[in-house]
Protein backbone atom coordinates (compact mmCIF):
# COMPACT_ATOMS: atom_id res chain seq x y z
CA UNK A 1 0.00 0.00 0.00
CA UNK A 2 2.84 1.91 1.17
CA UNK A 3 4.76 1.40 -2.12
CA UNK A 4 1.50 2.03 -4.20
CA UNK A 5 1.17 5.66 -2.57
CA UNK A 6 4.90 6.03 -2.97
CA UNK A 7 4.73 5.53 -6.89
CA UNK A 8 1.63 7.60 -7.14
CA UNK A 9 3.29 10.32 -5.44
CA UNK A 10 6.18 10.05 -8.36
CA UNK A 11 3.49 9.75 -11.08
CA UNK A 12 1.61 12.77 -9.70
CA UNK A 13 5.61 14.66 -9.87
CA UNK A 14 6.29 13.75 -12.98
CA UNK A 15 2.97 14.82 -14.60
CA UNK A 16 3.04 18.18 -12.50
CA UNK A 17 6.97 18.77 -14.12
CA UNK A 18 5.65 18.03 -17.36
CA UNK A 19 3.01 20.45 -17.55
CA UNK A 20 4.67 22.87 -16.23
CA UNK A 21 7.75 22.20 -19.01
CA UNK A 22 5.09 22.58 -21.69
CA UNK A 23 3.45 25.80 -20.19
CA UNK A 24 7.20 26.94 -20.05
CA UNK A 25 7.63 25.91 -23.62
CA UNK A 26 4.96 27.25 -24.78
CA UNK A 27 5.50 30.64 -23.40
CA UNK A 28 8.80 31.03 -24.17
CA UNK A 29 8.23 30.22 -28.05
CA UNK A 30 5.17 33.06 -27.65
CA UNK A 31 8.04 35.55 -25.82
CA UNK A 32 10.99 34.78 -28.18
CA UNK A 33 12.27 31.88 -30.30
CA UNK A 34 15.38 32.77 -30.01
CA UNK A 35 15.31 32.60 -25.70
CA UNK A 36 16.69 28.87 -26.01
CA UNK A 37 20.51 28.82 -24.93
CA UNK A 38 22.41 29.15 -28.26
CA UNK A 39 25.26 25.90 -29.31
CA UNK A 40 27.99 27.54 -28.29
CA UNK A 41 31.15 26.08 -27.40
CA UNK A 42 32.10 24.67 -24.00
CA UNK A 43 35.67 26.28 -23.73
CA UNK A 44 35.20 30.35 -23.10
CA UNK A 45 36.25 31.52 -20.21
CA UNK A 46 34.33 30.94 -17.07
CA UNK A 47 32.60 33.16 -15.17
CA UNK A 48 34.66 32.76 -12.46
CA UNK A 49 37.61 34.03 -14.52
CA UNK A 50 36.15 37.16 -15.34
CA UNK A 51 35.30 37.16 -11.17
CA UNK A 52 38.66 36.22 -10.17
CA UNK A 53 39.52 39.45 -12.70
CA UNK A 54 37.64 42.09 -11.60
CA UNK A 55 38.57 41.29 -8.08
CA UNK A 56 42.15 41.81 -8.87
CA UNK A 57 41.24 45.24 -10.44
CA UNK A 58 39.66 45.97 -7.37
CA UNK A 59 42.56 45.30 -5.33
CA UNK A 60 44.81 47.64 -7.65
CA UNK A 61 42.80 50.79 -7.48
CA UNK A 62 43.22 53.37 -5.27
CA UNK A 63 41.34 54.23 -2.47
CA UNK A 64 37.60 55.91 -2.65
CA UNK A 65 37.27 55.26 -6.23
CA UNK A 66 35.64 53.43 -9.42
CA UNK A 67 36.59 52.31 -12.53
CA UNK A 68 34.52 52.80 -15.66
CA UNK A 69 33.94 50.89 -18.33
CA UNK A 70 32.41 51.04 -21.79
CA UNK A 71 31.68 48.56 -24.20
CA UNK A 72 33.03 48.97 -27.62
CA UNK A 73 30.87 50.63 -30.24
CA UNK A 74 29.55 48.95 -33.77
CA UNK A 75 31.08 50.18 -36.59
CA UNK A 76 29.76 50.89 -39.53
CA UNK A 77 30.82 49.28 -42.81
CA UNK A 78 29.00 50.92 -45.49
CA UNK A 79 24.98 52.13 -46.19
CA UNK A 80 23.08 49.76 -43.42
CA UNK A 81 25.74 47.04 -42.76
CA UNK A 82 28.05 46.68 -40.19
CA UNK A 83 31.15 45.53 -39.28
CA UNK A 84 31.02 42.51 -37.47
CA UNK A 85 30.99 43.10 -33.86
CA UNK A 86 34.22 42.81 -31.94
CA UNK A 87 34.03 43.63 -27.73
CA UNK A 88 36.34 45.92 -26.14
CA UNK A 89 39.29 43.68 -24.96
CA UNK A 90 38.87 45.06 -21.73
CA UNK A 91 35.57 44.61 -21.19
CA UNK A 92 35.52 41.01 -22.18
CA UNK A 93 38.65 40.42 -19.84
CA UNK A 94 36.33 41.79 -16.87
CA UNK A 95 32.99 40.39 -17.90
CA UNK A 96 32.95 37.74 -20.61
CA UNK A 97 30.17 39.91 -21.99
CA UNK A 98 30.26 40.09 -26.11
CA UNK A 99 27.50 42.52 -26.89
CA UNK A 100 27.47 46.42 -27.45
CA UNK A 101 25.69 48.94 -26.07
CA UNK A 102 27.13 48.67 -22.48
CA UNK A 103 28.59 50.34 -19.43
CA UNK A 104 30.12 48.40 -16.45
CA UNK A 105 31.61 49.67 -13.12
CA UNK A 106 33.83 48.25 -10.33
CA UNK A 107 34.33 50.27 -7.24
CA UNK A 108 37.30 50.10 -4.76
CA UNK A 109 34.88 49.80 -1.33
CA UNK A 110 31.54 48.95 -1.20
CA UNK A 111 28.45 50.99 -2.41
CA UNK A 112 24.85 50.76 -0.67
CA UNK A 113 22.02 49.94 -3.04
CA UNK A 114 18.51 52.25 -2.25
CA UNK A 115 17.08 48.92 -0.35
CA UNK A 116 20.31 48.62 1.62
CA UNK A 117 22.36 45.76 -0.38
CA UNK A 118 26.06 46.28 -0.37
CA UNK A 119 27.55 46.14 -4.06
CA UNK A 120 31.22 46.81 -5.68
CA UNK A 121 30.44 46.51 -9.18
CA UNK A 122 27.40 47.03 -11.59
CA UNK A 123 26.62 46.75 -15.19
CA UNK A 124 24.16 47.73 -17.32
CA UNK A 125 23.78 45.96 -20.73
CA UNK A 126 21.12 45.94 -23.63
CA UNK A 127 17.95 44.82 -23.30
CA UNK A 128 15.93 41.82 -24.49
CA UNK A 129 14.36 42.87 -27.62
CA UNK A 130 12.59 39.82 -29.80
CA UNK A 131 12.28 41.79 -32.73
CA UNK A 132 15.86 43.15 -33.50
CA UNK A 133 16.89 39.44 -32.12
CA UNK A 134 15.35 38.28 -34.98
CA UNK A 135 17.09 40.20 -37.39
CA UNK A 136 20.18 40.94 -35.09
CA UNK A 137 21.06 37.60 -33.01
CA UNK A 138 20.62 36.57 -29.47
CA UNK A 139 20.56 39.29 -26.75
CA UNK A 140 21.77 37.90 -23.02
CA UNK A 141 19.51 40.56 -21.15
CA UNK A 142 20.07 41.82 -17.74
CA UNK A 143 18.61 38.17 -16.12
CA UNK A 144 21.10 35.77 -18.15
CA UNK A 145 24.01 38.09 -17.61
CA UNK A 146 23.29 37.67 -13.61
CA UNK A 147 23.16 34.08 -14.06
CA UNK A 148 25.50 33.02 -16.90
CA UNK A 149 27.96 35.50 -16.67
CA UNK A 150 27.98 36.42 -12.72
CA UNK A 151 27.51 39.86 -12.30
CA UNK A 152 24.59 39.79 -9.51
CA UNK A 153 23.81 43.44 -9.84
CA UNK A 154 22.82 43.47 -13.55
CA UNK A 155 20.65 45.81 -15.09
CA UNK A 156 18.98 46.96 -18.60
CA UNK A 157 20.94 50.02 -20.06
CA UNK A 158 17.86 52.19 -19.85
CA UNK A 159 18.15 52.37 -16.19
CA UNK A 160 21.62 53.73 -15.93
CA UNK A 161 20.25 57.56 -16.85
CA UNK A 162 18.05 56.53 -13.82
CA UNK A 163 21.01 54.99 -11.41
CA UNK A 164 21.65 57.81 -8.80
CA UNK A 165 25.20 57.69 -8.13
CA UNK A 166 27.20 61.00 -7.29
CA UNK A 167 30.50 60.89 -8.92
CA UNK A 168 31.75 64.46 -7.04
CA UNK A 169 32.21 61.75 -3.97
CA UNK A 170 35.25 59.52 -5.38
CA UNK A 171 38.76 60.51 -4.71
CA UNK A 172 39.32 59.66 -8.80
CA UNK A 173 37.19 58.28 -11.64
CA UNK A 174 39.03 56.46 -13.84
CA UNK A 175 38.16 55.60 -16.89
CA UNK A 176 39.71 55.51 -20.59
CA UNK A 177 38.78 59.15 -22.79
CA UNK A 178 36.94 59.18 -25.85
CA UNK A 179 37.47 59.78 -29.16
CA UNK A 180 34.56 61.22 -30.07
CA UNK A 181 33.26 58.79 -32.78
CA UNK A 182 30.41 56.87 -31.34
CA UNK A 183 27.44 56.78 -33.61
CA UNK A 184 24.01 57.49 -31.98
CA UNK A 185 21.11 55.39 -32.94
CA UNK A 186 17.90 57.62 -32.91
CA UNK A 187 15.69 54.94 -32.45
CA UNK A 188 17.69 53.56 -28.87
CA UNK A 189 17.54 55.96 -26.15
CA UNK A 190 20.24 53.93 -24.51
CA UNK A 191 22.51 52.71 -26.98
CA UNK A 192 26.49 53.57 -25.89
CA UNK A 193 26.27 57.17 -27.47
CA UNK A 194 23.88 57.92 -24.79
CA UNK A 195 25.37 56.27 -21.89
CA UNK A 196 28.52 57.73 -22.63
CA UNK A 197 26.58 61.38 -22.59
CA UNK A 198 24.51 60.13 -19.51
CA UNK A 199 28.28 59.67 -18.00
CA UNK A 200 29.66 62.62 -19.02
CA UNK A 201 26.84 64.66 -17.42
CA UNK A 202 27.04 62.70 -14.03
CA UNK A 203 30.90 62.47 -13.74
CA UNK A 204 30.72 66.17 -14.56
CA UNK A 205 33.13 65.50 -17.53
CA UNK A 206 34.58 68.86 -19.40
CA UNK A 207 32.78 69.97 -22.21
CA UNK A 208 35.15 71.40 -25.49
CA UNK A 209 34.65 74.89 -24.26
CA UNK A 210 35.64 73.92 -20.90
CA UNK A 211 32.44 74.03 -19.27
CA UNK A 212 30.56 70.98 -17.97
CA UNK A 213 27.74 68.96 -18.99
CA UNK A 214 26.20 69.06 -15.41
CA UNK A 215 25.69 72.30 -13.18
CA UNK A 216 28.14 72.46 -10.35
CA UNK A 217 29.13 75.51 -8.50
CA UNK A 218 32.69 74.08 -7.39
CA UNK A 219 33.56 70.23 -7.38
CA UNK A 220 37.22 68.89 -7.36
CA UNK A 221 38.94 67.79 -10.65
CA UNK A 222 38.64 63.64 -10.10
CA UNK A 223 38.77 62.17 -14.00
CA UNK A 224 41.57 60.65 -14.22
CA UNK A 225 42.10 59.09 -17.88
CA UNK A 226 45.64 57.71 -17.71
CA UNK A 227 45.76 55.70 -14.84
CA UNK A 228 43.59 52.80 -15.37
CA UNK A 229 45.89 51.85 -18.88
CA UNK A 230 48.66 50.85 -16.49
CA UNK A 231 46.52 48.99 -13.88
CA UNK A 232 44.84 46.80 -17.01
CA UNK A 233 48.92 46.13 -18.45
CA UNK A 234 49.63 44.63 -14.97
CA UNK A 235 46.19 42.53 -14.91
CA UNK A 236 46.56 41.65 -18.46
CA UNK A 237 50.31 41.20 -18.77
CA UNK A 238 50.37 38.67 -17.05
CA UNK A 239 48.79 35.45 -18.06
CA UNK A 240 46.04 32.75 -16.21
CA UNK A 241 46.72 29.16 -16.75
CA UNK A 242 42.61 29.55 -18.48
CA UNK A 243 44.62 32.31 -20.41
CA UNK A 244 47.22 29.95 -21.95
CA UNK A 245 45.36 27.16 -22.76
CA UNK A 246 43.21 29.59 -25.42
CA UNK A 247 45.90 31.00 -26.45
CA UNK A 248 47.69 27.36 -26.95
CA UNK A 249 45.25 27.00 -29.38
CA UNK A 250 45.28 30.24 -31.20
CA UNK A 251 48.60 29.54 -31.39
CA UNK A 252 48.50 25.99 -32.84
CA UNK A 253 45.77 27.08 -35.20
CA UNK A 254 47.98 29.36 -36.71
CA UNK A 255 50.97 27.05 -37.57
CA UNK A 256 49.27 24.32 -38.58
CA UNK A 257 48.08 26.68 -41.41
CA UNK A 258 51.61 28.22 -42.11
CA UNK A 259 52.25 24.34 -42.93
CA UNK A 260 49.32 23.52 -44.92
CA UNK A 261 50.00 26.51 -46.98
CA UNK A 262 54.01 25.81 -47.00
CA UNK A 263 52.91 22.34 -48.77
CA UNK A 264 50.09 24.08 -51.24
CA UNK A 265 51.61 27.19 -51.95
CA UNK A 266 52.75 27.38 -56.03
CA UNK A 267 53.93 30.01 -58.37
CA UNK A 268 50.79 31.64 -60.42
CA UNK A 269 48.46 31.63 -57.02
CA UNK A 270 47.38 35.36 -55.46
CA UNK A 271 48.24 36.50 -52.23
CA UNK A 272 44.33 36.30 -51.56
CA UNK A 273 44.22 32.50 -52.32
CA UNK A 274 47.12 32.35 -49.83
CA UNK A 275 45.47 34.43 -47.53
CA UNK A 276 42.54 31.96 -48.15
CA UNK A 277 44.03 28.70 -47.38
CA UNK A 278 45.14 29.77 -43.83
CA UNK A 279 42.36 31.76 -42.79
CA UNK A 280 40.31 28.70 -43.91
CA UNK A 281 42.50 26.67 -41.62
CA UNK A 282 41.23 28.73 -38.69
CA UNK A 283 37.73 28.42 -39.26
CA UNK A 284 38.15 24.46 -39.72
CA UNK A 285 39.70 24.72 -36.39
CA UNK A 286 36.34 26.83 -34.94
CA UNK A 287 38.62 30.38 -34.82
CA UNK A 288 36.12 33.05 -34.83
CA UNK A 289 38.46 35.61 -36.67
CA UNK A 290 41.61 36.63 -37.46
CA UNK A 291 43.54 38.57 -34.32
CA UNK A 292 44.42 41.39 -37.00
CA UNK A 293 44.33 42.42 -40.86
CA UNK A 294 46.26 38.95 -42.64
CA UNK A 295 49.64 39.99 -44.11
CA UNK A 296 50.20 38.33 -47.40
CA UNK A 297 52.93 39.91 -49.39
CA UNK A 298 54.85 38.04 -52.14
CA UNK A 299 58.51 39.88 -53.16
CA UNK A 300 58.09 43.76 -52.64
CA UNK A 301 55.68 43.30 -51.02
CA UNK A 302 57.02 41.41 -48.27
CA UNK A 303 58.91 44.68 -47.91
CA UNK A 304 55.96 46.52 -46.59
CA UNK A 305 55.59 45.90 -42.51
CA UNK A 306 51.57 46.12 -42.63
CA UNK A 307 51.17 45.14 -45.98
CA UNK A 308 47.11 44.18 -45.96
CA UNK A 309 45.92 44.49 -50.08
CA UNK A 310 47.07 41.14 -50.68
CA UNK A 311 45.98 41.93 -54.46
CA UNK A 312 48.51 40.61 -55.93
CA UNK A 313 47.30 38.09 -58.94
CA UNK A 314 50.19 35.86 -59.72
CA UNK A 315 53.38 35.00 -57.21
CA UNK A 316 56.03 34.45 -59.14
CA UNK A 317 58.43 31.64 -59.07
CA UNK A 318 61.56 33.52 -58.44
CA UNK A 319 60.23 35.54 -55.07
CA UNK A 320 59.93 34.82 -51.71
CA UNK A 321 56.17 35.22 -49.92
CA UNK A 322 56.40 37.02 -46.29
CA UNK A 323 52.87 35.82 -44.28
CA UNK A 324 52.29 37.05 -41.17
CA UNK A 325 48.80 36.20 -39.75
CA UNK A 326 47.57 34.85 -36.51
CA UNK A 327 43.82 32.86 -35.53
CA UNK A 328 42.18 34.67 -33.11
CA UNK A 329 40.10 31.98 -30.59
CA UNK A 330 37.70 32.70 -27.88
CA UNK A 331 39.08 36.49 -28.07
CA UNK A 332 42.87 35.33 -27.83
CA UNK A 333 45.25 36.08 -30.60
CA UNK A 334 48.17 34.45 -32.64
CA UNK A 335 51.02 36.32 -34.36
CA UNK A 336 53.38 34.02 -36.37
CA UNK A 337 55.22 35.13 -39.24
CA UNK A 338 56.93 32.82 -41.83
CA UNK A 339 58.73 33.80 -45.20
CA UNK A 340 59.15 30.85 -47.89
CA UNK A 341 59.97 30.70 -51.61
CA UNK A 342 57.48 30.44 -53.80
CA UNK A 343 58.88 27.64 -55.61
CA UNK A 344 60.15 25.62 -52.98
CA UNK A 345 63.50 26.62 -53.29
CA UNK A 346 65.54 29.69 -51.63
CA UNK A 347 67.66 31.36 -53.85
CA UNK A 348 71.42 31.73 -52.27
CA UNK A 349 70.73 35.65 -51.94
CA UNK A 350 67.19 34.32 -50.16
CA UNK A 351 68.81 32.10 -48.15
CA UNK A 352 71.47 34.64 -46.49
CA UNK A 353 69.12 37.45 -45.84
CA UNK A 354 66.70 34.23 -44.50
CA UNK A 355 69.78 32.91 -42.16
CA UNK A 356 70.57 36.86 -40.78
CA UNK A 357 66.97 36.83 -39.56
CA UNK A 358 67.03 33.27 -38.02
CA UNK A 359 70.09 34.05 -36.66
CA UNK A 360 68.76 36.85 -34.80
CA UNK A 361 65.98 35.47 -33.66
CA UNK A 362 67.87 32.79 -32.02
CA UNK A 363 70.02 35.20 -30.67
CA UNK A 364 66.65 36.80 -29.00
CA UNK A 365 65.76 33.54 -27.51
CA UNK A 366 69.22 32.27 -25.56
CA UNK A 367 68.27 35.55 -23.17
CA UNK A 368 64.46 35.38 -23.05
CA UNK A 369 63.40 34.83 -19.58
CA UNK A 370 62.18 36.66 -16.55
CA UNK A 371 64.27 39.41 -15.80
CA UNK A 372 65.38 40.15 -19.62
CA UNK A 373 63.64 43.73 -20.32
CA UNK A 374 62.40 44.12 -24.45
CA UNK A 375 65.53 46.45 -25.01
CA UNK A 376 67.62 43.62 -24.44
CA UNK A 377 65.69 41.82 -26.78
CA UNK A 378 65.56 44.32 -29.64
CA UNK A 379 69.21 44.88 -29.32
CA UNK A 380 70.48 41.55 -29.65
CA UNK A 381 68.65 41.34 -32.63
CA UNK A 382 70.13 44.56 -34.24
CA UNK A 383 73.45 43.52 -33.23
CA UNK A 384 73.18 40.44 -35.16
CA UNK A 385 71.31 41.27 -38.11
CA UNK A 386 73.51 44.78 -38.78
CA UNK A 387 77.00 42.08 -38.17
CA UNK A 388 75.00 39.98 -40.83
CA UNK A 389 74.60 43.00 -43.12
CA UNK A 390 77.49 44.07 -43.06
CA UNK A 391 79.21 40.95 -43.97
CA UNK A 392 77.13 40.68 -47.45
CA UNK A 393 78.03 44.17 -47.94
CA UNK A 394 74.74 45.65 -48.11
CA UNK A 395 75.74 47.77 -44.99
CA UNK A 396 79.20 49.63 -45.10
CA UNK A 397 80.86 49.05 -41.46
CA UNK A 398 80.53 52.59 -40.97
CA UNK A 399 76.65 52.89 -41.21
CA UNK A 400 75.64 53.50 -37.78
CA UNK A 401 71.49 53.93 -39.29
CA UNK A 402 70.34 50.22 -38.43
CA UNK A 403 66.91 51.09 -38.42
CA UNK A 404 67.64 51.31 -42.63
CA UNK A 405 66.79 47.64 -42.89
CA UNK A 406 65.56 46.64 -39.89
CA UNK A 407 62.83 49.53 -39.05
CA UNK A 408 60.75 48.04 -36.51
CA UNK A 409 60.74 46.70 -32.98
CA UNK A 410 61.73 43.00 -31.99
CA UNK A 411 59.04 42.21 -29.17
CA UNK A 412 55.41 42.73 -28.09
CA UNK A 413 52.79 41.14 -25.60
CA UNK A 414 50.10 39.33 -27.21
CA UNK A 415 46.80 38.22 -25.52
CA UNK A 416 43.02 39.63 -26.20
CA UNK A 417 45.12 41.93 -28.51
CA UNK A 418 47.64 41.19 -30.75
CA UNK A 419 49.74 44.18 -29.60
CA UNK A 420 48.18 43.21 -25.83
CA UNK A 421 48.74 45.24 -22.82
CA UNK A 422 51.33 45.09 -20.43
CA UNK A 423 54.86 46.08 -19.08
CA UNK A 424 57.54 47.16 -21.53
CA UNK A 425 60.47 46.72 -18.64
CA UNK A 426 61.15 43.60 -17.37
CA UNK A 427 59.88 40.33 -18.31
CA UNK A 428 57.89 38.42 -15.77
CA UNK A 429 56.97 35.06 -15.89
CA UNK A 430 53.87 33.79 -17.83
CA UNK A 431 53.97 36.71 -20.14
CA UNK A 432 53.32 35.74 -23.46
CA UNK A 433 55.62 38.00 -26.36
CA UNK A 434 56.57 37.52 -30.34
CA UNK A 435 60.36 37.80 -31.25
CA UNK A 436 60.24 39.35 -34.80
CA UNK A 437 63.33 39.98 -36.35
CA UNK A 438 63.17 41.20 -39.78
CA UNK A 439 64.87 42.74 -43.07
CA UNK A 440 63.79 44.54 -45.81
CA UNK A 441 65.39 45.56 -48.98
CA UNK A 442 63.23 47.65 -51.27
CA UNK A 443 63.58 47.78 -54.82
CA UNK A 444 66.10 50.51 -55.56
CA UNK A 445 67.75 50.31 -52.07
CA UNK A 446 71.30 51.79 -52.10
CA UNK A 447 73.02 48.34 -52.38
CA UNK A 448 73.67 45.65 -54.82
CA UNK A 449 70.44 44.81 -56.83
CA UNK A 450 70.57 41.44 -56.53
CA UNK A 451 69.02 41.84 -52.88
CA UNK A 452 66.60 44.24 -54.13
CA UNK A 453 62.80 42.91 -53.44
CA UNK A 454 64.07 40.42 -50.30
CA UNK A 455 61.56 40.76 -47.60
CA UNK A 456 62.15 38.19 -45.17
CA UNK A 457 60.07 38.53 -41.30
CA UNK A 458 60.19 35.44 -38.79
CA UNK A 459 58.14 35.86 -35.89
CA UNK A 460 57.08 33.34 -33.24
CA UNK A 461 55.12 33.37 -29.58
CA UNK A 462 57.10 32.72 -26.42
CA UNK A 463 55.99 31.67 -22.68
CA UNK A 464 58.20 33.86 -20.71
CA UNK A 465 59.63 31.68 -17.54
CA UNK A 466 61.95 31.79 -14.56
CA UNK A 467 64.99 30.29 -16.23
CA UNK A 468 63.87 30.53 -20.19
CA UNK A 469 61.34 31.12 -22.27
CA UNK A 470 58.87 28.39 -24.06
CA UNK A 471 58.61 28.34 -28.14
CA UNK A 472 54.66 28.18 -28.32
CA UNK A 473 54.75 28.49 -32.29
CA UNK A 474 57.57 25.46 -33.07
CA UNK A 475 55.17 23.39 -34.72
CA UNK A 476 55.86 25.81 -37.92
CA UNK A 477 59.35 25.18 -39.14
CA UNK A 478 61.27 27.57 -38.97
CA UNK A 479 65.13 26.77 -40.32
CA UNK A 480 65.47 27.17 -44.46
CA UNK A 481 66.40 23.21 -44.81
CA UNK A 482 62.87 21.79 -43.02
CA UNK A 483 61.08 24.89 -45.01
CA UNK A 484 62.10 23.35 -48.39
CA UNK A 485 60.96 19.80 -47.11
CA UNK A 486 58.08 20.36 -45.88
CA UNK A 487 57.53 22.05 -49.00
CA UNK A 488 57.83 18.99 -51.23
CA UNK A 489 54.89 17.29 -49.17
CA UNK A 490 51.35 17.21 -51.08
CA UNK A 491 48.80 19.05 -50.44
CA UNK A 492 45.16 18.14 -49.99
CA UNK A 493 44.33 21.12 -51.96
CA UNK A 494 46.61 19.89 -54.81
CA UNK A 495 43.42 18.42 -56.69
CA UNK A 496 40.97 20.96 -55.61
CA UNK A 497 40.39 22.79 -58.82
CA UNK A 498 37.23 25.32 -59.79
CA UNK A 499 36.10 25.71 -62.79
CA UNK A 500 37.29 29.15 -65.14
CA UNK A 501 34.94 31.87 -64.69
CA UNK A 502 32.77 32.23 -67.49
CA UNK A 503 33.08 28.65 -69.13
Same mark, same amino acid.
Not at 435 to 461: A, F, L, M
Given at each position: ????????? $???? +??????????? @?? %??? !? *? =?????????????????????????????????????????????????????????????????????????????????????????????????????? $???? +??????????? @?? %??? !? *? =????????????????????????????????????????????????????????????????????????????????????????????????????????????????????????????????????????????????????????????????????????????????????????????????????????????????????????????????????????????????????????????????????????????????????????????????????????????????????????????????????????????????????????????
Amino acid at each position: MERARIISS $KRSI +RTSNLWICILL @LI %LGN !A *F =NVFAQLPDLPEDFLSSDFHKQRRQKLREKLPPNSVAVFFANPVRNRSNDVDYVYHQDPDFFYLTGYREPNAVLLIFKENQTAANGTPYNEIIFVQPRNPARE $KWEG +RRLGADQVRTR @LG %LEQ !A *F =NSTEFKKYDLDFSKFSEVLFFDFYNDVRDNPADSADLYDLIEVFKAKAGYPRSDGTTLRTVESRQNNLNTQRLAGIMGELRGIKTREELELIRKAVAISCIGQIEVMKAIKPGMSEREVQGIHEYVFKKYQAEDVGYPSIVGGGHNGCILHYIDNYKPALDHKELILMDLGAEYHGYTADITRTIPVNGKFSPEQRAIYQIVLDAQEAAMKICKEGTTFDQLNQVTRDVVNQGLVKLGILKPTETDDRKYYPHGCCHHIGLDVHDRGSRAELKENMVITIEPGIYIDENSDCDPKWWGIGVRIEDDFLIKKDGCEHLSALAPRHPDEIEEIMKQPSPLDDFILPALGE
